[in-house]
């Protein structure tokens, strides 16, 4: 189990446990995160459950498949630490990570 915070855009913050192997996407729908969508119900066709990964987590999270990167093209606000959210399986080696989410996932 793994204690992630999801921040808003406008810094309201989202501390949620999450189980090990559910996705981060999944476990922010479960606990009534605003700002995570998962349209595509999590097979990374989408990209409405884009996050940006804080610095120093990048290695932890693993990397982006090539079907997820090009997901990302399509996002709003990318950066070099977006993720799509429905990616990530948490894990206790998550335990604290923080993610914020962008202005719109659309």
Request: hydrophobic share 40%; with cysteine; charged share 15%.
């Amino acid at each position: 189990m793994a204690t992630i915070t999801y921040v808003e855009f406008n810094g309201t913050q989202h501390p949620v446990a999450v189980a090990d192997g559910v996705s981060l996407m999944e476990g922010a729908l479960q606990n009534g995160v605003p700002g995570i969508d998962g349209d595509c119900g999590g097979n990374a066709a989408c990209a409405t459950c884009h996050v940006y990964i804080a610095e120093g987590w990048e290695a932890k999270t693993g990397s982006k498949s090539e079907l997820e990167a090009e997901m990302l093209d399509l996002a709003e606000g990318l950066q070099a630490n977006s993720r799509l959210a429905c990616q990530i399986m948490a894990s206790a080696d998550l335990d604290g990570l923080v993610v914020h989410m962008p202005a719109t996932q659309h």
